[in-house]
Nanobody
């Protein structure tokens, strides 16, 4: 398994932007499909975005398309989540997750599909 550490969360006003980072340990990061999830207070953890092992494919939750962008730098063992036009309802703990899979069926939006999780980073959006 890979170890994941998120960073970049914080407090931002509505309409603002944040970029989250997730640093992964190990030398095989490029074999992992990477995802972002979030969990708001009192709600279940939900899918945000996923990026293929190569970075060539991305997939988003329908409600977040156009505002969030997932990317990765395999040389830095890091995956990013750029969030813009933030809304109070985006307030949540954001988690990155890894799935050791480098094939064509990388599009996974289920929590159960991931092998490793970070500890999360808090994002709070004020109105």
């Amino acid at each position: 398994q890979v170890q994941l550490v998120e960073s970049g969360g914080g407090l931002v006003q509505a309409g603002g932007s944040l970029r989250l980072s997730c640093a992964a340990s190990g030398r095989t990061f490029s074999r992992y499909t990477m995802g972002w999830f979030r969990q708001a207070p009192g709600k279940e953890r939900e899918f945000v975005a996923v990026i293929s092992w190569s970075g060539g494919g991305t997939y988003y939750a329908d409600s977040l398309k156009g505002r969030f962008t997932i990317s990765r730098d395999n040389a830095k063992n890091t995956v990013y989540l750029q969030m813009s036009s933030l809304k109070p309802e985006d307030t949540a703990v954001y988690y990155c997750a890894a799935r050791e899979y480098s094939g064509p069926f990388w599009r996974t939006d289920s929590l159960a599909g991931y092998d490793s999780w970070g500890q999360g980073t808090q994002v709070a959006v004020s109105s």
